[in-house]
């Protein structure tokens, strides 16, 4: 039932102008902000984990700014997983670092864009396997039938999805070797304790994948950050692209994990309000460590 209610949902969204889809979501993160619920319970530990010094009342407006994102995040997933390819590239208005993505693309080496979860990264993904062969790792959501749904529109400009295992990891080496992009969620807790370090994230001791600087260290590909800003009224949206320090390549697991967390905070503080706060990023703790959830 509960599937079949959010495809409903989903359908209805599909129909939606991207304006009219961001002001639905952001009367629903209003209510995820007013209504008591685990998503604004676990933002609110999360800010004030990694705010300390920010003054109390600032901290809430970060939370409410970010629920209402939160909320147009979810509305606007079916305008984007229906939409030609046209309208999605109109609605790039702006995109800093294209020259660095494409200069490090056109060296055949391969590259590593990292993509926190961080502004709109279905779009980000979508443009990226427009414009270049791309190979990302793909996590089946709980509902199959969502999973369907999220493979066939992420699939349809030709990017590939691979699963999270042993498999899917030789696709995204064979992918560099072949000179194409492969996309990595650096800040997705890691699903085993043998793929991770924990390294500080806004100061606290996060579980931290290896896998991207592996993928680095092993083949030279370069490493590139992304997001794409959500812009106001929905207007569109804004492209990122960082180059990451040479150093993400680092042997050391825990020193390029560090690495890593460091980029994916400075890309957060640029953008906060726009940050999946409501993911439990902390949930894996060090031995003998209280749960912060």
């Not at 129909?15 to 685990?38: T, V």
């Not at 702006?94 to 080496?109: F, H, N, T, V, Y």
């Not at 529109?153 to 699963?163: D, K, N, T, W």
């Not at 390549?249 to 940050?275: F, G, T, W």
Request: aromatic share 10%; hydrophobic share 45%.
């Amino acid at each position: 039932m509960r599937a079949f209610f959010l495809k409903g949902l989903f359908r209805l969204f599909t129909w939606l102008p991207l304006p009219a889809a961001h002001a639905l979501g952001a009367g629903l993160g209003w209510l995820f902000f007013i209504i008591p619920n685990k998503r604004r319970r676990t933002a609110e530990i999360n800010l004030e984990l990694c705010f300390p010094e920010m003054p109390a009342d600032a901290r809430r407006r970060l939370m409410r700014r970010n629920l209402i994102e939160l909320g147009k995040s979810l509305v606007e997933t079916g305008v984007l997983w229906t939409r030609p390819k046209e309208k999605l590239l109109r609605w790039v208005r702006a995109i800093s670092g294209a020259d660095e993505l494409q200069q490090a693309m056109a060296r055949g080496r391969g590259l590593i864009l990292a993509l926190p979860h961080l502004g709109t990264w279905e779009m980000i993904g979508m443009w990226g396997s427009i414009h270049y062969p791309m190979t990302s790792l793909f996590r089946t959501p709980p509902m199959s039938q969502m999973g369907a749904l999220m493979r066939a529109a992420r699939e349809r400009f030709g990017a590939r999805l691979v699963s999270a295992d042993s498999g899917g990891i030789r696709a995204l080496y064979k992918a560099i070797g072949h000179g194409d992009m492969v996309a990595i969620l650096p800040d997705q807790v890691p699903s085993t304790r043998r793929g991770s370090v924990f390294a500080p994230f806004f100061g606290i001791p996060a579980s931290t994948m290896v896998l991207l600087s592996r993928l680095a260290a092993k083949t030279g590909a370069p490493v590139m950050f992304g997001y794409a800003e959500r812009l106001p009224r929905g207007r569109g949206y804004h492209l990122h692209f960082l180059p990451a320090p040479p150093e993400i390549a680092r042997a050391d697991s825990e020193a390029s994990a560090a690495v890593i967390n460091a980029m994916v905070e400075k890309c957060v503080r640029a953008l906060p309000e726009q940050y999946q706060w409501v993911y439990k990023r902390f949930r894996v703790r060090p031995a003998g460590e209280k749960a912060f959830y």
